[in-house]
């Protein structure tokens, strides 16, 4: 044996070249033995079928679509409502995890078994399982367009979905704008001010409720001094079903129903080991100096906590967003249903479109989790 | 890791997808079994029983093949795919045939790598509503919510004729028929739309069948036909003509009953070349003598597969229509076994 084989290094590195090579080579074959045969069969390949007309409709699309529009803009819209519904996934399983992740470790017996039953129940059902029901159950329990159930006029429900006014902005509107971001600068100023002055005089001022007298006020003002630009379009019922307004479909609030439910269990969870890691001297130390239990949890507890628990929480909201592709089953238009699902039916390219989908999952995943990770690095406590 | 396991299911998919198969008829023959795709559920066409028995009218095209090539119309082993699902199926080899009421149309015959062989329903796409709507013409159905199976020539047709009489629709589109009837029955949408014989099948399938109707416009061609994969061509003659038996047969008056009798004693040349009694039919196909005799022996002829799963006795009540013999009238239609 060579002198040079002995030296392990050397050998390890040896391996780690072998193993890329038979591995790009094991996918080089694949791709041609791929190609080979979809020539063989007569298989139109290529990505030119993404300028042909799509020929179908899709019920829900945040931009306009049309049967006459091309496959393409099925994957706009197909990926627009996939992250519609993740976003809201994520904003509701977010705020449901960190109410029922408390109250897991609530000393109130009732309040700590509802959480403990909530977490159980809902963690270990499928979450496909959980969506079809959802769905079925919205739909067997909402009445017919004709019955609805009517608010005021204004708001519809019955089994098309949730019907409700939709605002319309007219010229002066961004005036309202204009005053929600000046409300916004106005409280990180009055925050840091009030936080320097209690560093100072040891005096606290009420930043919360100035806050929300701000941010409602100043929009408010603006709305009133612009002329009134903002009108609402209400819902009517006009033939087979209601026209204008704003409307949430069945399928759209039985998935996010289902998304947040299900994920929400996994975050509080992550929140709730993540309290418990606090070590307890924090809380003693809290309460000596004269807290409540609500500042203890808001000031003392929960900074730490969420720290611990940020890196599994990133993981749950990877998982809600691809779980949204289960959307499938009830026929919500998000990416697979619609592009990997009936574009892909319709053109036959099953290579290319799945190629395409697995991609966008791939980056959207890696982006939310880069800026995750990017705040979570911020949020760590810095060792020095 | 993620990155990883995703690379993986990617080269997975791409392999998956195009397995090579040799001869499908030495394949079929070497496994003993045919592998047929069929629909998830449509009865008259195909639909497993209490007992898990697939019957129905694709179902016999799949079990007349399996007794031309193996002799037994029992060596079927049935793949229930939905729409989406049924073309890579075959592509990919996991089935020797699709026979799932699939619309023969130009842009799958030629992109699709795949073959249709003959038509075995003559269909058209309709609509169906509750009474209580109080439609009575297709043409009122401007701003209706429509409920339809993802990925048909269904879905496309349906765009096109609101597209072309000026009607706006809402289409609310699942992957199974199940879920389409399931949507429909909830009140999820005003109308249900597909071939016509499965706007039979599927109000067969609801609670309260009198509380619907299946307006009168037909709106489309949908010649359904089984299909096999492209570039074999052995295989897609012995599909093709495993058809056309079913069809001489009719025509003949040759059914599973008197076969025998017509294999014993009948005169007419055609039939003696059908039933193996003179000439190569089979041995020109690769196949055992009497091929066809076994197909109509044990499955029946065309008419008489028509009248078991949709015909007028039925729960379907489907009249032979476009599918009548073209001797009564009909299209179907069969060369000569010559």
Redesign the interface.
């Known amino acids: 044996m060579p002198s040079f084989l002995r030296d392990e290094k050397i050998r390890g590195i040896l391996y780690q070249i072998i193993a890329i090579t038979l591995f790009v080579g094991f996918l080089f074959y694949i791709a041609q033995n791929t190609a080979h045969n979809i020539e063989q069969r007569g298989i139109k390949t290529g990505f030119a079928f993404l300028h042909d007309t799509a020929g179908f409709d899709i019920t829900e699309s945040p931009i306009p679509f049309t049967p006459a529009s091309t496959h393409l803009k099925v994957f706009e819209v197909g990926l627009l409502n996939t992250l519609i519904v993740s976003f809201w996934g994520i904003v509701f399983s977010s705020l449901i995890g960190l109410l029922i992740g408390i109250w897991r470790l609530s000393p109130n017996w009732l309040i700590n078994r509802i959480a403990a039953a909530y977490i159980e129940t809902f963690r270990n059902i499928p979450v496909l399982l959980q969506i079809l029901f959802w769905y079925n159950v919205v739909l067997a329990t909402l009445p017919s367009t004709r019955h609805s159930l009517n608010f005021f006029n204004a708001v519809f429900i019955n089994n098309r979905g949730f019907f409700m006014p939709k605002l319309v902005f007219q010229d002066g509107a961004w005036m309202i704008g204009a005053a929600i971001v000046a409300a916004i600068i106005g409280i990180i100023f009055v925050h840091r001010w009030a936080k320097k002055r209690q560093e100072e005089t040891g005096e606290q001022f009420p930043v919360f409720l100035t806050g929300i007298i701000l941010l409602i006020g100043l929009p408010l003002l603006a709305y009133l001094i612009a002329g009134r630009p903002v009108t609402a379009v209400y819902p009517e019922l006009h033939g087979f079903n209601f026209r204008g307004g704003k409307t949430f479909t069945p399928e759209f609030l039985a998935l996010l129903f289902a998304l947040s439910i299900y994920t929400a269990t996994f975050i509080a969870e992550a929140i709730r080991s993540g309290i418990e890691a606090v070590p307890k001297g924090q809380k003693e130390a809290a309460t000596s100096l004269g807290l409540s239990p609500l500042q203890q949890l808001r000031l003392v507890i929960l900074p730490q906590a969420v720290r611990i628990a940020i890196p599994s929480i990133i993981n749950q909201y990877l998982n809600l967003i691809k779980n949204s592709s289960l959307a499938a089953a009830i026929g919500y238009p998000e990416l697979v249903t619609i592009f990997a699902g009936t574009s892909l039916n319709q053109t036959g390219q099953a290579l290319e479109i799945l190629l395409i989908t697995m991609l966008t999952y791939l980056l959207i995943s890696l982006i939310v989790s880069l800026i995750l990770n990017w705040f979570n690095a911020k949020m760590k406590i810095k060792e020095r | 890791m993620?990155?990883k396991l995703?690379k993986l299911?990617?080269?997975a998919?791409?392999?998956t997808?195009?397995l090579?198969t040799a001869g499908t008829l030495d394949d079929v023959k070497k496994a003993g079994i045919l592998k047929c795709g069929v629909n998830t559920g449509l009865p008259g066409f195909s639909e497993a029983d209490s007992k898990g028995q697939w019957r129905g009218l694709d179902v016999d095209y799949c079990r007349a093949l399996a007794a031309v090539v193996l002799g037994d119309a029992s060596k079927v082993k049935y793949v229930p795919l939905n729409?989406?699902e049924r073309?890579?199926a075959l592509?990919s080899g996991e089935i020797d045939v699709l026979s799932r009421n699939t619309t023969n149309t130009e842009?799958?015959d030629?992109?699709?790598?795949i073959n249709f062989t003959g038509v075995m329903y003559y269909d058209g796409q309709g609509f169906m509503v509750p009474k209580s709507?109080g439609v009575k013409s297709a043409k009122e159905?401007?701003?209706?919510?429509v409920c339809i199976q993802?990925?048909?020539t269904t879905?496309?047709n349906?765009?096109?004729y609101f597209?072309a009489n000026h009607m706006k629709?809402?289409?609310?589109?699942?992957?199974t028929n199940d879920?389409v009837t399931?949507?429909f029955e909830?009140?999820?949408c005003?109308v249900l739309t597909t071939d016509a014989s499965g706007l039979y099948a599927t109000r067969t399938k609801l609670a309260n069948p009198e509380k619907y109707v299946v307006l009168p416009e037909i709106i489309s061609k949908e010649p359904l036909a089984p299909a096999v994969?492209?570039?074999d061509d052995q295989w897609f003659d012995i599909a093709k003509w495993t058809r056309n038996a079913l069809l001489t047969a009719e025509e003949k008056g040759i059914t599973m009953a008197n076969v025998d009798e017509a294999k014993a004693k009948s005169t007419d040349p055609e039939v003696k070349r059908l039933l193996s009694v003179e000439g190569k039919m089979c041995d020109n196909l690769k196949l055992e003598k009497g091929c066809f005799y076994n197909a109509i022996k044990q499955v029946g002829n065309y008419g008489e597969i028509f009248e078991r799963n949709v015909g007028v006795k039925t729960p379907l009540k489907i009249q032979r229509g476009l599918n009548a013999l073209w001797t009564q009238g009909g299209l179907q239609y069969s060369p000569p076994f010559r």
């Open positions: 993620m990155k995703l299911s990617a080269v998919a791409l392999a997808a195009t090579a729409a989406k073309f890579t592509q842009t799958r030629t992109s699709l790598g709507l159905l401007d701003g209706a919510t993802a990925g048909t879905e496309l349906l765009a096109d597209r629709f809402k289409a609310i589109t699942f992957d879920q399931k949507a909830a009140g999820r005003d994969r492209h570039g």
